[in-house]
Antibody, heavy 118, light 107 residues
Framework: QVQLVESGGGVVQPGGSLRLSCGAS????????MHWVRQAPGKGLEWMTF????????YYADSVEGRFTISRDNSDNTLFLQMNALRAEDTAVYYC???????????WGQGTLVTVSS | EIVLTQSPGTLSLSPGERATLSCRAS??????LAWYQQKPGQAPRLLIY???KRATGIPARFSGSGSGTDFTLTISSLESEDFAVYYC?????????FGPGTKVDIK
């Protein structure tokens, strides 16, 4: 079954760190670029970051550049998002998504909720 | 950064009616636009890419048009499962940006 499954969300204090994972199955993960997109409660979609299939090119939204880092392990079919210096406004559901011919997002995970609160 | 605006914010229609959703870009993006559908508690689903190409498995009642700065998503005859929020997204420039969404609800 072609799918993406996020994990690693939870409650973290402001200033803290969290690492999200996204496991891929049912397709050749190493051939696809990957994205992270988030959605604050009751709000719209906000693109966060992209990583090329071979891990050599990455892009970030201004709102997270310098605080978040995207990475991948193609041998384990897993995408990561390291989030540091978290703020209350980072509270959201975080989705990983597969890139379709750069960049549209054609396969999404179910999302994992990150809550930044003291 | 390219800003996308969507109108209307909410569209109230009945099943069987035609829905017309608009997306406008702050600068020309050729045909580098996609549309997504999101239902409550679910992840978004890609409907249309390159302004008019239907994604795999998307019913023919969904169609997209436009180029430059003005784009339209049309649902020819609303089915019950089509009541959702619809987002446009541009891929002309980094960063990728999404519009704020149009909610299609039942009248």
């Amino acid at each position: 079954q072609v799918q993406l499954v996020e994990s690693g969300g939870g409650v973290v204090q402001p200033g803290g760190s969290l690492r999200l994972s996204c496991g891929a199955s049912g397709f050749t993960f190493s051939k696809f670029g990957m994205h992270w997109v988030r959605q604050a409660p009751g709000k719209g979609l906000e693109w966060m970051t992209f990583l090329r299939s071979d891990g050599t090119i990455e892009y970030y939204a201004d709102s997270v550049e310098g605080r978040f880092t995207i990475s991948r392990d193609n041998s384990d079919n897993t995408l990561f998002l390291q989030m540091n210096a978290l703020r209350a406004e980072d509270t959201a559901v975080y989705y990983c998504a597969r890139d379709l011919r750069g960049p549209y997002l054609d396969l999404w995970g179910q999302g994992t909720l990150v809550t930044v609160s003291s | 950064e390219i800003v996308l605006t969507q109108s209307p914010g909410t569209l109230s229609l009945s099943p069987g009616e035609r829905a017309t959703l608009s997306c406008r870009a702050s600068q020309s993006i050729s045909t580098y636009l996609a549309w997504y559908q999101q239902k409550p508690g679910q992840a978004p689903r890609l409907l249309i890419y390159d302004a008019s190409k239907r994604a795999t498995g998307i019913p023919a009642r969904f169609s997209g048009s436009g180029s430059g700065t003005d784009f339209t998503l049309t649902i020819s005859s609303l089915e019950s499962e089509d009541f959702a929020v619809y987002y446009c997204q541009q891929r002309n420039n980094w960063p990728v940006t999404f519009g704020p969404g149009t909610k299609v609800d039942i009248k």
